[in-house]
């Protein structure tokens, strides 16, 4: 599976921007799918996440509220709604995909390249 990340960019606090990851495979539609950032200095850290077949979704304590994950499986695509942006979401963002599992923990096995969100303030 090969992820591609996009729609990161600059934009001013209580901003949106989405963005999206594009997924080779025809089993798109049955993989938890994730997106994390990394902030400068700062580790990884899970922002939201989306099982495969039941759809759940999960957002950071952070985020809550403000982001919004979905999938288009026509289109091989989840996507990161991000409302209200804060200077404090600033980090490249991360897609993430795994065949099994939890959204929120254990291992993702394909990584996208990472997109920068910038906010300023």
């Known amino acids: 599976v090969q992820l591609q990340a996009s729609g990161g960019g600059l934009v001013q606090a209580w901003g949106s921007l989405r963005l999206a990851c594009a997924a080779s495979g025809r089993t798109f539609s049955s993989y938890v799918m994730g997106w994390f950032r990394q902030a400068p200095g700062k580790e990884r850290e899970f922002v939201s996440g989306?099982?495969?077949?039941?759809?759940?979704?999960y957002y950071a304590d952070s985020v809550k509220g403000r982001f919004t994950i979905s999938r288009d499986n026509a289109k091989n695509t989840v996507y990161l709604q991000m409302n209200s942006l804060k200077p404090e979401d600033t980090a490249v963002y991360y897609c993430a995909a795994k065949r099994w599992g939890t959204a929120v923990t254990g291992v993702y096995e394909y990584w996208g390249q990472g997109t920068l969100v910038t906010v300023s303030s």
């Open positions: 989306l099982s495969g077949s039941a759809g759940s979704t």
